[in-house]
């Protein structure tokens, strides 16, 4: 099942679409208008989602954050938000 989500955080939106089978992320798209630091690592974040459970989804963006990325204004909470299926 497809999903897409727009989530806006203090500084920028974030737009998510992901394709689930289960609660299996089978492939994420991750675009918006917010900076992210070193350029290109939401492609980093994308490919560590890819295959993960919907559930870990709040672990794994903190194991990402932790590799020293900075989104001025975008909080790992909004990523966290974004990637939420209702």
Do not use: C
Not at 32 to 50: A, C, R, T, V
Not at 63 to 84: C, H, M, N, S, W
């Amino acid at each position: 099942m497809r999903y897409t989500k727009n989530w806006k955080a203090k500084k920028g939106l974030i737009r998510v679409t992901l394709d689930l089978e289960g609660n299996t992320i089978k492939d994420i798209h991750i675009s918006g208008d917010f900076f992210m630091f070193p350029e290109n690592s939401i492609n980093d974040l994308e490919d560590m989602l890819k295959g993960s459970d919907v559930n870990s989804v709040a672990e794994i963006v903190k194991k990402f954050y932790q590799r020293g990325i900075t989104t001025p204004g975008v909080d790992p909470e909004d990523f966290v938000k974004a990637l939420t299926v209702i």
